[in-house]
T-cell receptor, first 111, second 114 residues
Framework: RKEVEQDPGPFNVPEGATVAFNCTYS??????FFWYRQDCRKEPKLLMS???SGNEDGRFTAQLNRASQYISLLIRDSKLSDSATYLC????????????FGTGTQLKVEL | DAGVTQSPTHLIKTRGQHVTLRCSPI?????VSWYQQVLGQGPQFIFQ???????GRGNFPDRFSARQFPNYSSELNVNALLLGDSALYLC?????????????FGPGTRLTVT
């Protein structure tokens, strides 16, 4: 089983749609969770940290379910500029400040 | 403020050669980590350095080595290059070692081995 699993997509959605990405992780001892965004041939950019109580940043909402080892990202009112690959990231796999990435979910927002 | 910087941006090498990649962290950040990203995959952890000491190592062969300098910049060295080493090499910096510290990535060095 992969340490961090994501549906690779692609998710093709119309502008203005709401889209949700899910991710599962295997190590129950993991402590910190993040979503990164990566544009084609660019570096990953931190989108948001994910907290146990859930957190929101504008159109983006992240949720964590430790019991199910499940992380989600909700994007409301999708923009063309949201088109990218979204990487689910877990820290603390095996201890320490080592990030473990999923393979990413590709999002394409269309007119 | 400047973000994480890496050099060179692109590199083409031949099998068997050696390569050195460089990274400067965000000012005030003391930890540098290296990741390898092959096409279609998420980045894979190679090394983490903090205060010039190795604090973590991923599942990579001994051909891969790194070091961190007193100014917190870092080098990644790869010996005896293989075709499979072709990838985007990413450097990330963070304030320290705690798991909750966010890591910020540089633009990467795209290495092609022919």
């Amino acid at each position: 089983r992969k340490e961090v699993e994501q549906d690779p997509g692609p998710f093709n959605v119309p502008e203005g749609a709401t889209v949700a990405f899910n991710c599962t992780y295997s190590n129950s001892a993991s402590q910190s969770f993040f979503w990164y965004r990566q544009d084609c041939r660019k570096e990953p950019k931190l989108l948001m940290s994910v907290y146990s109580s859930g957190n929101e940043d504008g159109r983006f909402t992240a949720q964590l379910n430790r019991a199910s080892q499940y992380i989600s990202l909700l994007i409301r009112d999708s923009k063309l500029s949201d088109s990218a690959t979204y990487l689910c990231v877990v820290n603390g796999e095996g201890g320490g400040n080592k990030l473990t990435f999923g393979t990413g979910t590709q999002l394409k927002v269309e007119l | 403020d400047a973000g994480v910087t890496q050099s060179p941006t692109h590199l083409i090498k031949t099998r068997g050669q050696h390569v050195t990649l460089r990274c400067s962290p965000i000012s005030g950040h003391k930890s540098v980590s290296w990741y390898q990203q092959v096409l279609g995959q998420g980045p894979q952890f190679i090394f983490q350095y903090y205060e010039k000491e190795e604090r973590g190592r991923g599942n990579f062969p001994d051909r891969f080595s790194a070091r961190q300098f007193p100014n917190y910049s870092s080098e990644l060295n790869v010996n005896a290059l293989l075709l499979g080493d072709s990838a985007l090499y990413l450097c990330a910096s963070s304030v320290g070692l705690a798991e909750s510290y966010e890591q910020y990535f540089g633009p990467g060095t795209r290495l092609t081995v022919t």
